[in-house]
């Protein structure tokens, strides 16, 4: 499938996945950038894709509904709170975008029913493709907004357990901020010292440093390398405190 990302807010990703004569938004903040970046490839929307209830992953769903007809698929464990849905879905569960099959892996911990999207072999070489929201970022996870610890990080452990080249496509830009804190936890890594070096280079440059790797993930983010439940905790809460 071919991505487009869309940078939208302050730091949000929007993406666009298109395969056949299929195009599905992924977790629309806003409507009109998502809109125009179709209309400018030729693409029609025919699915939203929603990792999560937060208005910054759902706001344009209504807007985007209206103009396309589109259907939108979302998190089963909170239906209630996404707009304009009309399928639910949960762990196990298939979703398709034209010939690429994917499947929902229940995430929760930043809110309670957070889903991602898994679309193996979909990406470019046949890396798998990674929806995750706000689950787990470049160098970082998600606050806890309606889970506990135990919960997250039992939810980066599946998203672990995904192959190294699977491309991590999680809708922060807050990887500069994160490799801030990761350095503190993990200041004899080197396979972070030199990704941070990356970091920046990017960030200089105007460039993304979404998407990464599963493989990069499990080797330089702090809360993929807890070894317990108590440290994934400890590190979270300083995180929360970290300026
Ligand atoms: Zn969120
Ligand atoms: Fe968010």
Request: a negative charge; hydrophobic letters at 45%.
């Amino acid at each position: 499938m071919e991505i487009v990302q869309i940078a939208v807010l302050s730091d949000n990703y929007i993406y666009l996945a298109h395969d056949g004569d299929e195009t599905v938004v992924i977790d629309p903040a806003v409507a009109e950038p998502v809109l125009a970046a179709a209309a400018a490839r030729g693409w029609t929307i025919t699915q939203i894709l929603n990792t999560h209830w937060h208005p910054d992953h759902t706001g344009g769903n209504a807007a985007i509904k209206a103009a396309t007809g589109c259907r939108i698929t979302g998190p089963a464990g909170e239906a209630a709170k996404i707009p304009g849905i009309d399928r639910a879905v949960a762990e196990g569960d298939a979703v398709q975008i034209a010939s690429a099959a994917g499947r929902v892996i229940d995430v929760p911990g930043h809110t309670a029913g957070h889903n991602a999207y898994y679309f193996a072999g979909a990406g470019d070489d046949g890396a798998g493709v990674l929806f995750c929201g706000d689950t787990l970022f470049a160098l970082g996870c998600g606050r806890l907004f309606e889970g506990t610890p135990a919960q997250m990080n039992a939810s980066l452990a599946k998203l672990m357990a995904l192959p190294d080249d699977t491309l991590v496509y999680c809708a922060h830009e807050y990887t500069q901020s994160n490799a801030r804190f990761a350095v503190t936890v993990e200041p004899g890594n080197a396979d972070l010292a030199s990704r941070v070096v990356d970091i920046d280079v990017a960030r200089a440059a105007g460039k993304p440093t979404v998407p990464s790797t599963i493989g990069l993930e499990r080797a330089t983010n702090p809360f993929t390398r807890a070894a317990s439940v108590a440290e994934f905790a400890t590190r979270r809460a300083a995180k929360d405190a970290f300026r």
